[in-house]
């Protein structure tokens, strides 16, 4: 972060560098992928304990209630250390939704499962002929006495196949509009009727999922607003949700990976790479200005255009892992991770997976769509 | 320090009013033809705003004010395609205030009360062909830019570690040539100061002057921005009223998407521009104004082009004014070194993250 920091804001520096040296287990610095659920959610809970887990959640629901010069200091030092990246979808998703929009006995249920590491959230928006489209999803869910009987399938599903609960929109009605007639509903994922098939992806790793659903049985009392109005409820947080999208907790990794392979590689810095390494620190330094600038004009009420942040964070970080694969000139394509003495070196694993980045959450081009008619109300 | 909202408001409403008077297209189509123009009655004009003591201390006879209020200023005139030396005139001002010797503090005084005008040739290590008369045995060089209507100049040598003044009548030390926005490129070079124009000495000298490049960096990145969203600007509505194929060409995705990734860059950087301009007092300032300014370029350039392709063929006709915007970001663009070499410098603040390993 190129902004001064106060006495304050250097202390909690301080106090995450060293709490983070003292707890963070060796064996899960710097891995080139997520851990599972066994090896990763130690480190989860151990953030939890020490009140960081959910930084951007009001302290009355277990959170930390930071500045956004806190969550950038916090993400700047995790990822210094190497800290492994934790499941997020209940801490960015459905945790804020459920704090905006769920009822007292959905909050009580599930914030502090999600704040305690207790249960892992999933995700059950696009189906296989709903990308983009989302609006033409066709999973079904009929009323039966208290219950909704769900039958379809999802794909895409980021660690359905660990997750212990699903955040999902399904299709209850028709309506004028393909957005009415769409249920929010949560379900868990021990239900009797749920299969789940996980998906590799070109960086070798099971990172999603297919979810079917079979005469699946969910209470009424989990769909969360009304029957039929689950589209507003999954848009009602998207403002937050891209302001997460949009954070430069993903491009630190990145960069600080870049920084590594230079450094512990012994890279030699020729005026070309000089050039784009100098590009990459800007370009993250650029992203750490403006999650900052939206998130304070959010926090002070000024409601500022978050519409741009997903698209620079995405390619701030493909960007970054370009010159990290610049850098390993002829060694950029092997396979596994290297090492020098204890260091442990990507060349090209979070760029592999980074590949997925500017597609889900809404593709660049959706998003691009979006700015076009909506923020510089270009003609459709 | 930032300043004040009430403050940065009161400065984008002089900045804007002074552009109706001395800004705009049309005035700078009428310097085009007059090469090496300098408006002496705009100048006057820049001086009574009291812009040249914006960053200077009060005890100076200053405005005491940060870089929030340079950059609000500075897009406004950037927007409005405002000529005059104001950038050079404000970071000589805050080279000589920070010199803080009775020479400078007379040169100043002359400076801010429009007495001579006074500006430096800031030296840099930036790699230029050769192509500008050198003073033979010339053992200090600077660049200015926009500068040619200068009395005086002021001039640092890297060898005695003095700054000294170059005086205009001794004309073959400066060599400026006229550029294709109507303003100047500068390269000035001098052998030893005489003792009578010597300025101020030692390594106080060498901060106050890489503080004055410092305030150029983000203080054009500044005037980038406000003249490249005015050319953004000026695109969307064009996007919204030329029709072909029957339709609005706005409606083609294919321009919808670079159009949105145009908002991307100049959203981005505005926010960039305001963080650094925040940076100025910190520990990181030079790293800041650097980084800027070479974001800000490739930013601006990346519009310009945009905006005359958007535009079709009446875009590249010069009767159209998204050539006056393209122009003028591409020479300020190149104000002492191109956004690459801006970047070399920057990266030589941060250097330290390849080469050390943390605690």
């Known amino acids: 972060m190129l902004r001064s920091e106060t006495p304050e804001q250097r202390e909690f520096r301080a106090d995450v560098r060293e709490w983070i040296a003292g707890n963070l287990n060796p064996a899960l610095r710097f891995l080139t992928f997520r851990p599972l659920p066994t090896d990763g959610m130690p480190w989860y809970r151990k953030l939890s304990e020490r009140g960081w887990i959910a930084p951007h959640w009001p302290v009355d629901f277990g959170g930390m209630g930071a500045t956004p010069v806190q969550q950038v200091i916090l993400w700047e030092e995790l990822a210094r250390a190497g800290a492994p990246d934790i499941p997020t979808q209940g801490l960015n998703h459905i945790g804020p939704l459920l704090i905006k929009l769920g009822n007292a006995e959905q909050r009580s249920r599930h914030l502090p499962a999600i704040i305690h590491g207790d249960a892992i959230w999933c995700q059950g928006y696009s189906e296989p002929g709903a990308g983009s489209d989302l609006a033409s999803l066709r999973t079904r869910a009929e009323i039966s006495g208290d219950d909704l009987i769900i039958n379809g399938q999802k794909i895409w599903t980021t660690w359905g196949h660990h997750a212990d609960w699903m955040f999902a929109l399904v299709r209850t009605g028709r309506g004028a509009s393909k957005r009415d007639g769409i249920t929010f509903v949560l379900i868990d994922m021990t239900t009797p009727g749920i299969t789940c098939r996980p998906i590799r992806t070109l960086a070798f790793d099971e990172e999603f999922s297919e979810v079917f659903f079979e005469d699946v049985r969910v209470p009424l009392a989990n769909v969360v607003g009304e029957i039929g109005s689950g589209w507003s409820i999954a848009t009602a947080v998207l403002d937050q949700e891209r302001l997460l999208l949009g954070s430069p907790a993903i491009a630190l990794r990145a960069l600080e990976r870049l920084r590594r392979l230079v450094r512990f590689g012994k890279v030699p810095l020729d005026r070309r790479l000089v050039d784009l390494i100098a590009r990459a620190e800007i370009e993250v330094d650029v992203l750490t200005a403006c999650f900052l600038n939206v998130a304070e004009g959010e926090a002070g009420g000024s409601g500022a255009d978050a519409s741009y942040l997903k698209i620079l964070a995405t390619e701030t970080t493909q960007f970054v892992l370009d010159v990290l694969q610049d850098a390993a000139g002829p060694l950029a394509a092997i396979r596994s991770a290297q090492h020098v003495g204890q260091e442990r070196l990507d060349l090209n694993e979070m760029f592999l997976q980074s590949r997925r980045l500017t597609i889900y959450g809404g593709s660049s081009e959706i998003q691009r769509t979006i700015i076009a008619n909506r923020t510089l109300g270009l003609p459709r | ?359």
């Open chain 2, 1 to 359: 320090m930032t300043d004040d909202n009430e403050t940065l408001g009161l400065i984008g409403d002089a900045a804007r009013s002074f552009v109706r008077q001395w800004g705009g297209p049309a005035r700078v189509r009428g310097r085009l033809d007059r090469s090496l123009a300098f408006d002496r009655e705009e100048w006057n004009a820049v001086v009574e705003q009291g812009w040249l003591g914006l960053m200077v201390p009060e005890e100076k006879g200053g405005l005491g004010l940060s870089a929030s209020a340079l950059t609000v200023l500075l897009e406004q005139l950037g927007d409005g395609l405002v000529m005059s030396p104001v950038l050079p005139g404000i970071a000589t001002a805050v080279l000589l205030a920070s010199l803080d010797t009775a020479p400078a503090d007379a040169l100043l005084s002359d400076l801010m009360s429009g007495k001579s005008l006074i500006l430096a040739a800031l030296p840099g290590d930036i790699e230029a062909p050769t192509l500008l008369p050198d003073a033979a045995g010339a053992s200090q060089r600077g660049w200015l830019h926009d500068g040619h209507g200068a009395d005086a100049i002021l001039l640092w040598d890297e060898e005695t570690k003095q700054v000294g003044l170059v005086h205009r009548d001794s004309q073959e030390q400066a060599t400026f040539r006229a550029a294709i926005d109507g303003g100047s490129v500068g390269m000035v070079t001098s052998r030893r100061f005489e003792v009578r124009d010597l300025v101020a000495s030692g390594p106080a000298a060498l901060q106050a002057v890489a503080d004055a490049r410092d305030i150029i960096g983000i203080g054009s990145a500044a005037m980038l921005l406000g003249c490249a969203r005015r050319a953004l600007d000026i695109s969307l509505a064009y996007l919204k009223t030329r029709q072909q194929f029957g339709v609005l060409i706005g409606s083609f995705q294919a321009l919808q998407h670079r159009a949105a990734s145009l908002h991307v860059a100049m959203a981005s950087s505005q926010s960039f521009l305001v963080e650094t301009s925040a940076c100025i007092d910190g520990p990181n300032r030079a790293a800041a104004c650097a980084a800027v300014r070479a974001r800000s370029a490739d930013c601006a350039l990346q519009i310009v082009k945009e905006a005359v392709q958007f535009h079709g063929a009446i875009g590249f006709a010069d009767e159209h004014d998204a050539g006056l915007y393209f122009r003028r970001v591409v020479a300020l663009a190149s104000w002492h070194g191109n956004a690459a070499q801006w970047r070399g410098e920057y990266f030589s603040h941060i250097a330290w993250a390849f080469t050390h390993t943390y605690a």
